[in-house]
């Protein structure tokens, strides 16, 4: 973004809208020793027009809630998202979502308090969590006032700080055919599958694994937020 997009985004900003200062309250004093069962995830996947989070728009939202280390079947978001504009025939070839679905969906600024306050205080987790990230910040700084407090964990690291432990204790350290795709992790470690580029399926997908990764670390001693966040972080190839 170049200083005059910045500062004429600043100047259009709404006030900090009441969801996010409870948001922001939720996560103040934010404690990283937390046992791991104690904690709330909020999994989440968006389906998007594209990559670009300048550009493109949130069509689909879905997410599942993970309390003490089990998902509570009964509480999910997800929603369709009308867009401000016409979406590219590729998008809807991969997610398959149709302009007619979204035609009558709710517009994202009426839908982003309700996820916020949805999310809670539970960590928003995801698969390459980074990209559905930027197109959420975005969203809420142009309709929420500014950007969510909500830390978050990327189950795609903490897959490949699995495997690197892996590695390092077998014969053979080196394995580059290792696919970090939702679909072909969740393939490689025998997970229950669910439909590809559906926003709450990849939620469920997601949560699977984050449940799975999760398990295995803490066999490796590995019990809290902080312990969690250091894994994910140690993988010196993420970008």
Not at 136 to 163: K, S
């Amino acid at each position: 973004m170049g200083i005059r997009s910045l500062l004429r985004s600043l100047r259009h900003r709404p006030p900090l809208h009441p969801a996010l200062q409870r948001n922001r309250s939720a996560f103040a004093d934010f404690n990283q020793d937390i046992p791991l069962e104690d904690c709330e995830f909020a999994v989440t996947d968006m389906e998007m027009t594209g990559l670009d989070p300048e550009h493109d728009e949130i069509v689909a939202i879905g997410a599942v809630r993970i309390r003490g280390l089990s998902i509570i079947t009964g509480d999910v978001f997800h929603t369709y998202v009308r867009p401000q504009r016409s979406m590219a025939r590729p998008a809807t070839l991969i997610h398959r979502i149709t302009p007619a679905q979204l035609q009558h969906s709710p517009a994202l600024a009426g839908l982003l308090p309700g996820f916020v306050d949805w999310c809670g205080q539970a960590l928003i987790t995801g698969h390459h969590v980074g990209l559905d990230m930027g197109f959420l910040t975005r969203a809420c700084r142009r309709h929420l006032g500014g950007a969510p407090a909500t830390p978050c964990v990327d189950t795609m690291r903490l897959a490949q700080a699995w495997e690197r432990e892996r590695w390092e204790r077998s014969f053979d350290p080196f394995q580059p055919t290792v696919s970090y795709t939702l679909a072909d992790l969740s393939a490689r470690y025998g997970l229950p599958q669910f439909r590809a580029h559906d926003a709450l399926e990849d939620a469920l997908q997601t949560a699977y694994l984050f449940l799975y990764l999760v398990r295995k670390l803490k066999g490796g001693g590995i019990t809290t937020l902080r312990g969690l966040h250091a894994a994910g972080r140690s993988w010196r190839w993420y970008l």
